[in-house]
């Protein structure tokens, strides 16, 4: 059973405006983990956020996380057409060793 | 992603066959896994590994078998093919519990 749900689906931006897309997962966890997919490509690691902590930033990306909620968000600044890809968030439960992830939001940035 | 090997990059196979995924991985990480993405079903894990001799079943295990002899290689062996198993298999690796993951570029099986 999938653990995160990302929102939404698939987003269509211009160049330089904002990316915000959101994940809500069910059950506890260690920390929650956002990736990116390139098109026919492997997933890459962007970032971390571990339970205790609530933003994040790196480079143009900020997380955030509402553990009361059971959701975090991913924004990117300023977005570049390079930004196109799909988006996971995955999340580690407190059992611990294994990521579940999402089925991913869609980006596509215009130039 | 240089550190982190699949092969082959396209299989097809026919039903019933048995087929093996390779995965190698350069940095002596410990843990390892194997998913599977599908349309409308995002990333599934098939089976994990936190160590050499050490494995255990993730999400949809069934119909897969895995082997982890050295700790940089770890091979996913479909028994007997089916359909269903038509799909697009990462191999990753952590070094870590609770760390990020670094993926292969996968491997697109079709099964006819």
């Known amino acids: 059973s999938q653990q995160g749900e990302e929102d939404p689906q698939a987003l269509s931006i211009q160049e330089g405006e904002n990316a915000t897309m959101n994940c809500s997962y069910k059950t506890s966890i260690n920390n929650l983990q956002w990736y990116r997919q390139n098109s026919g490509r492997g997933l890459v690691h962007l970032i971390l956020i571990r339970s205790n902590e609530r933003e994040k930033h790196s480079g143009r990306l900020r997380v955030t996380l509402d553990t009361s909620k059971k959701s975090s968000s991913l924004l990117i600044t300023a977005s570049r057409a390079a930004d196109t890809a799909s988006y996971f968030c995955?999340?580690?439960?407190?059992?611990?060793?294994?990521?579940?992830f999402g089925q991913g939001t869609e980006l596509s940035v215009k130039p | 992603d240089a550190g982190i090997t699949q092969s082959p990059r396209y299989k097809i196979t026919e039903t019933g066959r048995q087929v093996t995924l390779m995965c190698h991985q350069t940095w002596s990480h410990s843990y390892m896994f194997w998913y599977r993405q599908d349309l409308g079903h995002g990333l599934r894990l098939i089976y994990y590994s936190a160590a050499a001799d050490i494995t255990d079943k993730g999400e949809v295990p069934d119909g897969y078998v895995v082997s982890r002899s050295k700790t940089e290689n770890f091979p996913l062996t479909l028994e007997s093919a089916t359909r269903s198993q038509t799909s697009v298999y990462f191999c990753?690796?952590?070094?870590?519990?609770?760390?990020?993951?670094?993926f292969g570029s996968g491997t697109r099986l079709t099964v006819v």
């Open positions: 990753a690796s952590s070094e870590s519990h609770s760390g990020g993951y670094t």
């Open positions: 995955a999340t580690e439960d407190n059992q611990g060793g294994k990521l579940i």
